[in-house]
């Protein structure tokens, strides 16, 4: 593995940093305190063509590989992760899904326009009693000649409102268990389609995270994704991806955190000197660093590895358990380090506290990377 980055990758590099410094900072806490989508933010994002950055050109992509991808959500991450993952799942569990496994007519009707920021995409998995166990399904798929009707309830989905194409994980067959589980494509505007209030959350507060209803609505049968019974190695699959995204936004957010602290210590004095020369200070920061440092090495290595076409479950997996780990402790810290300013909201690090939270739950919470982690490294 080559850890140094091609020209390319440092050109993106420095696209995502520059666009996060002057176009979501000065935006960042209001829309955070007021809940406000970053709807001209995302707009802009896709001009730079980075909601469907893995997509290939020929459906209207930007056809970069997962290093990419995760050195721009790092970036964005430092300064605003509400934003960054509306452009995560959008990146990696609807475009990368529908490009994946979709039909060629499914790529042509929805790819250019979820990478050209014309629409948004959700990925609807969580119920109210599937979360973690996401096996237990209670959306129903039923099969009525060409088309299925779709009922039941979606939880805590991400870009619930702002999305226009959902993805969506029902019950074609209850009896086979995760066999009997198919995957739609379904588009907002169908009769019976209920979009929820939305949550009022901790962090990642700018994104929209709803619960969706489908009552009895129609999909036809040129909108299922795969086979009849393929929708849990779909979602499976695609969280594999999804999980490194998210690891490289928890991966930001410590580094985001970490980078205000640095700097704060260096300027802040007190008794005489400025408390970066303090011990105490100083082996917080030494900690904070080394700690980013190897969260890096992980996600790095997860997006090399699907470079490569090598499997990643295990890769991903670990990286999102650590780097989630790392972006939760680091911000405590950085906190720590600001003392009473890192109370006050203008000083951007309790935001991110806030927001490094969701990174152990999302994608699969730790417990879930965890058990993913121990059959792997057990099944032999
Ligand atoms: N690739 C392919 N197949 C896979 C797979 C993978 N990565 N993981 C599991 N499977 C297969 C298994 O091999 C198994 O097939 P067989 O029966 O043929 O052996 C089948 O799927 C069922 O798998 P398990 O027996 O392992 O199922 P389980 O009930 O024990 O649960 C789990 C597996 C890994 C815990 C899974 O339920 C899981 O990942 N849960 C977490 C769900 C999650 O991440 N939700 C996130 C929601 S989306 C989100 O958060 C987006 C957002 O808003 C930002």
Redo the contacts with the bound molecule.
Sequence with gaps: MDFELNEEQKLIKEAASNFANQVLLPTILERDETQTFPTEEIKQLAELGFMGMMVDPSYGGSGLDTMSYVLAMEELSKIDAAAS?VM??NNS?VCWGLEKYGTAEQKEKYLPDLCNGKKIG??C??EPEA??????QKTMAVKKGDYYEITGTKN????GSSASIYLVIAQTDPEK???GISAFIVEKDSPGFVIGPKENKLGIRSSD?HSLQFNQIKVCEENRIGAEGFG??F???T??G??IG?AAQALGIAAGAYELALNYAKQRETFGKPICQHQAIAFKLAQMHTKIEAARHLVYKAAWEKDQGLNY?LSGAMAKLNASEVAMEVSVEAVQVFGGNGFVKEYHVERLMRDAK?TQ?????SE?QQ??IS?AILKD
């Design positions: 993952v995560s799942v569990l959700a990925f998995l969580s979360g973690s166990d996401a096996t237990s805590w989905i991400t870009n268990g995760s066999k995270t849990f190695t979602a499976m699959k969280l594999s999804g999980r998210i479950d969701i739950i999302y994608e699969g919470t879930i058990m993913v059959r």
